[in-house]
């Protein structure tokens, strides 16, 4: 695909996605919102991809927001339905079955940090900024950012990126619960992928089970999601790689899973 935004890598079993669209800071335009649902519908498919990374390129963004050039001329209900468009993407990635890390090389505003939201891990370069500066614009967070900024960081946080849209730095951002770890620049790259091997060699039905529980478990009442997990755990009694991890652990040998 000569003219897709994205490039798309696979390091044995991880996936790396990134948006490729660095003369724009890698902004989410409607061909790159379109792009990145498709490309996580397939990894999501494909059973030989274990663990997702997300990254953008050139030395200065992840993603610097949706598009401003595009979004400037929307009527109210094409603004409406590219709210919709983006949030149903951002959606796909939150739901996937296997795990999604953040790679945040650079800015990661608006659309930018809204998507590293969805995503389950977010490792941060040192440089990196995030921010929710839709208010700079007139404009209000509108691919999830004042839900999900709320439910990661608090209502406080959440009140002074989206009402202030001053852009923080990564060590804020990981205070604030935002970002899980941040890294020297020059070892982002090579950490992050470290972490997504990991998780790539991990037992593939028992990652699936916790996203679930996690990620859908917050979602809803305790007494239901702690139903919820009482199943899901029921269910990985049925799976090969918990005979074979608790087996290996008993034989004092490493596990080999295989998502079965
Ligand atoms: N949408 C569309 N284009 C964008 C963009 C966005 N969100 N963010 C950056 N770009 C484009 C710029 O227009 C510029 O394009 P040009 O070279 O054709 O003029 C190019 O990317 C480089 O950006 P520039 O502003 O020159 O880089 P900078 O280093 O001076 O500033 C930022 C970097 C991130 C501070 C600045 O680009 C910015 O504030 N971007 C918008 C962030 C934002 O408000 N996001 C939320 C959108 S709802």
Known sequence: MPDSP???N?????RVVTVNRPDK???LNAATLDALHAAFDAAAADEAVRAVVLTGAGPKAFVAGADIAEMAGLTPVQGRDFSQRGQRMMRRVERMPKP???????????GGLELAMCCHLR??????????????????PGFGGTQR???????????ELCLLGAPIDAARAQQLGIVNRVLPAAELEAETMKLAAQLAAAAPLALRGILDCIVHGSEIGLEEALEFETAQFGLIFSTQDMREGTAAFLERRKPAFHGR
């Open 123 to 140: 490792i941060a370069a040192d440089s990196a900024k995030v921010g929710q500066p839709e208010i700079n614009l007139g404009l209000i």
């Open 25 to 27: 800071l890698n902004a």
């Open 10 to 14: 696979d390091h044995g079993a991880v």
């Open 100 to 110: 999604v890390i953040a790679m945040i090389n650079g800015f990661a505003l608006g």
């Open 6 to 8: 994205l490039l798309i």
């Open 149 to 159: 900024l709320a439910r990661l960081a608090g209502r406080a946080a959440a009140l």
